[in-house]
């Protein structure tokens, strides 16, 4: 794992990942793979026969595999990884540009090109300060390995369709710390020496799933066990998590050190608390970390940024678009309304705290608005509120004239909006909300896949006025684009976009 391949075959092979869009058109591309003219692009013809002739990998080691799955850039150097985020994102920007410069609303039809120079700033993207071991979540599952061993614990090669998955361990990634490796590694001997099968398949029996590992900056551990129970009786079950604890306390797994053991029961693939409640099976409830002097308690299932370091990054940089005429320590306090929407546990609208009067957080999952509101209380901030709800629900009563977004004394300092949904964008009717309430005059979208759904959510947010579509407020502009990487070794970042009008 420490050479480095030449640098043609390092591009070569990752046309296997999702980085094609924008490596066939980048002057760098591959010259006996695709062409190196700028203004040409593949046709769909032949971008079909690329997708369906893959290079293969069999000569790789299942290391190497594994590791061209989970962090694809790992053989690239640092600032590479960089260079090919930036170009992708500037893509990305210049194809919005072009779409709202033709007033194109089929945007996720149309190929990925420069198009025309940026009307706005895209600022060089924000490196993150760790770039190995990094991640503060980790998921490992449990499938057959390279050996034939059902009870292998570690990441994915292949696919349920071709049926060629294979478990491998996770030792080598480099996004992942030590101590989630070693977690990993003392859950798969505990499971092996367990009598009870591993739970592959559900309609096939077995027990033992997978197991996620969170932690924070001072090292403190917490994992998460899931279990099917399929017909124990409760007694039974009782048994195996009376041996998971003795392992992980007093047995082997007692190196982990683990500050807190969480166990769950379920039949589904995936379930939240109150549909199958966690069991704390040793040690604390939770455990907390530091972003930008403020601390957050984490839950087995609260969303959290995994790279710390590179949230902060985040978090300052939507500080000065949401804020743009702070001194120059980015403290000056500016009154007014923070909107947060999609708040998750609050982060955004906590950090922001000290620079406005009031900030209105909106979360669909009830546990991390549950979260929300203890950390405000932990940080003893009181101008935090923080509601539970759809976000296509709630955000059209929190805009509306009657609101009282509107009627406190909150609404002379203006009202700010922040948004971070998920890969799925927003919902038209949260996009209709914001884009027809006037007092909203700067918006700031995070974005985690800008060439996806989110598109469309730019489209809407900065198309002419359109009454069928009852978009009927005054048009947002972009402004300034701030790409962030948090996550090093991957193709991923998070894009950062200021609206305003």
């Known amino acids: 794992m420490a050479y480095k391949r030449p640098f043609l075959v390092v591009k070569r092979e990752l046309l296997q990942c999702s980085l094609l869009a924008y490596l066939c058109s980048s002057a760098k591309s591959v010259g006996s793979t695709v062409s190196t003219d700028q203004g040409k692009s593949l046709s769909n013809k032949n971008w079909r026969k690329k997708k369906t002739r893959p290079l293969s990998n069999e000569h790789l080691s299942w290391e190497e595999r594994l590791a061209d799955v989970v962090t694809p850039l790992w053989r690239l150097s640092y600032d590479e990884q960089l260079e090919l985020k930036q170009k992708h994102v500037e893509k990305v920007l210049c194809h919005l540009s072009d779409q709202l410069s033709k007033g194109t609303s089929q945007l996720s039809s149309l190929p990925l090109t420069m198009g025309p120079k940026l009307p706005f700033p895209v600022q060089t993207i924000l490196p993150s300060p760790v770039r190995e071991g990094y991640r503060n979540k980790s998921s490992f599952s449990v499938n057959l390995g390279a050996d034939g061993n059902p009870k292998t614990v570690g990441h994915y090669v292949g696919t349920g369709r071709k049926q060629n998955i294979v478990c491998v361990s996770s030792h ?26 591993p739970c592959i398949l559900f309609h096939e029996g077995g027990h033992w799933r997978e197991i996620t590992v969170r932690s924070n900056a001072e090292g403190h551990t917490m994992a998460i066990v899931y279990f099917h129970p399929q017909t124990l009786a409760p007694a039974e079950r009782d048994i195996h998590k009376a041996a998971l604890v003795d392992y992980f306390t007093q047995g082997p797994g007692a190196a982990c050190q683990l500050h807190s053991l969480y166990f769950q029961e379920s039949s589904m693939t995936r379930c939240t608390h109150e549909q199958s409640p966690y069991q704390l099976l040793h040690g604390q409830p939770h455990i907390y970390e530091e972003v930008l002097g403020f601390k957050f308690r984490i839950s087995p299932d609260a969303f959290f940024q995994v790279n710390r370091g590179a949230a902060e990054v985040l978090y300052s940089a939507i500080g000065d678009m949401c804020f743009p005429e702070a001194d120059t320590g980015g403290k000056a306090r500016q009154g007014g309304t923070l909107l947060d929407i999609c708040c998750g546990t609050g982060a955004i609208g906590i950090t922001m705290s000290p620079r406005v009067d009031r900030v209105v957080g909106v ?15 932990l940080n003893n901030v009181h101008n935090c509120e923080f509601v539970a709800g759809k976000a296509e629900v709630v955000v059209p009563g929190l805009t509306s004239p009657e609101s009282t977004l509107f ?32 007092a909203i ?40 684009a701030v790409p962030v990487d948090m996550f090093p070794h991957t193709p991923h970042c998070e894009l950062v976009l200021l609206f305003e009008r």
């Open 172 to 197: 080598h990634l480099l996004n992942m710390p030590e101590k989630h490796k070693l977690v990993a590694r003392c859950y798969q001997d505990f499971i092996r020496l367990s009598p009870l099968e």
């Open 363 to 377: 979360e669909l999952i009830e546990q991390a608005v549950e979260d929300a509101r203890h950390n405000a209380a």
């Open 407 to 438: 009627s406190s004394p909150a609404d002379g300092g203006g009202l700010t909006a922040v948004v971070n949904p998920s890969r799925a964008g927003l919902h038209h009717r949260v996009v209709r909300a914001l884009r027809n309430q006037p």
């Open 441 to 480: 005059r700067r918006l700031v979208y995070i974005s985690c896949k800008p060439e996806g759904e989110a598109m469309r959510n730019f489209r809407e947010l900065c198309c002419a006025p359109d009454p069928r579509r009852r978009l009927t407020g005054e048009a947002f502009s972009p402004r300034v």
